[in-house]
């Protein structure tokens, strides 16, 4: 089975696109990286799952927590690049809309919502 049609990472996308409940997504993600042998800190999922706290952080207004956690989560994704947990997402479009939502959350804008495609 491909790693993105694991029963949480496919509820992940659902729930990030869907109904936005980024805790969810957050858990999900974390339950599902802990069940992958040798899974470390630097592993793909840990993007997803930084993504997710970082959107998290941003819809509660607290900016500074975003910023760190979309920062992390990119330098994740770049490290982790490529990986077969990119194959079914737009991985381009995902990496410009978090550079995109970064100089947003420094511009203290509002929380703007990405979508994994």
Known sequence: MHPTFH?????????????KDYFECHELLEDYWKEVPQAGKNHPLTA?????????????????????????????????????????????KLMQDTTHSISLLKEKKHFSNLRLN
């Not at 029963?7 to 109904?19: A, L, R, S, Y």
């Open 48 to 92: 997803f799952i930084l993504l997710s706290t970082s959107m998290y952080h941003w819809r509660r207004g607290n900016i500074t927590g975003a910023i760190k956690t979309m920062n992390g989560s990119i330098k994740r994704f770049v490290e982790t690049s490529p990986s077969v947990y990119y194959d079914t997402i737009n991985y381009t």
């Open 7 to 19: 029963p949480n990472f496919v509820q992940f996308i659902k729930e990030f696109n869907g109904t």
